[in-house]
């Protein structure tokens, strides 16, 4: 089965660094989908970016990209320039189109930003 | 092009009641998703529809909870007979299926804050 771990509960940043999340997975599959998602206190899901297995090349969104390293099972988060607004609970998730298109989430990383 | 949509926002009910929860998808959208996320856990997998169709249940208990998406209308999730255990947040989300480009990719509701008295 396939198994996401976050292994950072918490983090903390200074407004303007960079910080990077941290985020393991473990399959047998080739071609999946990997996700980073934001939840802010309003507890609403807010997708980051997403990243296909067959692609090598790292996503990019804005001030937000990963760290895709396959052979490793490694997908990590990298936000550049943090700002307040990126206060939040961000979770790593797995999909598997091959089977059905349920998420598998880890348990979260909890990111304070600070002034 | 509203989001997805969930209501009630918050439900409060005592045990053994009935709780409904409903979620209706985004305009274009025909696969429907129901999350639950226990106070300070991540996001648990319930089940996952099409139209009339239940394509994956794996997530769902045994007894209590069920779950339809019907031709018209919004993505009922039901639970009978509520326990305390049964307190948390439910998310729907939503994806496009078929040939999109974005297919994969789910779009959440608000969630549902359900709390059994």
């Known amino acids: 089965a396939q198994t996401v771990t976050q292994s950072q509960p918490e983090m903390s940043v200074q407004e303007a660094e960079t910080v990077t999340l941290s985020c393991t997975y473990d399959?047998?599959?080739?071609?999946?989908?990997l996700f980073w998602y934001k939840q802010p206190p309003s507890r609403q899901m807010i997708l980051v970016i997403r990243?296909?297995?067959?692609?090598?090349q790292n996503a990019t969104e804005n001030r937000f990209s990963v760290n895709f390293q396959k052979a490793a099972k490694s997908f990590s988060l990298k936000i550049s320039d943090s700002q307040l607004g990126d206060t939040a609970m961000y979770f790593c998730?797995?999909?598997?189109?091959?089977?059905?298109?349920?998420?598998?989430f880890g348990t979260g990383t909890r990111l304070q930003v600070f002034p | 092009n509203a989001g997805v949509m969930q209501n009630p926002r918050h439900l409060v009910r005592r045990r053994g009641q009935e709780a409904r929860l409903r979620c209706s998808p985004m305009?274009?959208?025909?696969?429907v998703y129901w999350y639950r996320q226990l106070p300070e856990e991540g996001l648990k997998f319930m089940v996952y529809?099409?139209?009339?169709?239940?394509?994956?249940e794996s997530g769902m208990p045994k007894e209590r909870f069920s779950a339809e998406f019907p031709k018209e209308g919004p993505s009922i999730l039901r639970i009978q007979q509520v326990v305390r255990g049964d307190s948390a947040a439910y998310f729907c989300?939503?994806?496009?299926?078929?040939?999109?480009?974005?297919?994969?990719?789910?779009?959440f509701g608000p969630g549902t804050r359900l709390t059994v008295l």
């Open positions: 990243q296909e297995a067959y692609k090598q």
């Open positions: 399959t047998s599959e080739n071609n999946y989908y």
């Open positions: 305009k274009g959208h025909s696969h």
């Open positions: 989300a939503s994806s496009p299926g078929g040939r999109a480009k974005s297919r994969n990719e789910q779009f």
């Open positions: 529809l099409q139209k009339e169709n239940i394509i994956d």
């Open positions: 998730a797995f999909m598997n189109p091959r089977k059905t298109d349920k998420l598998i």
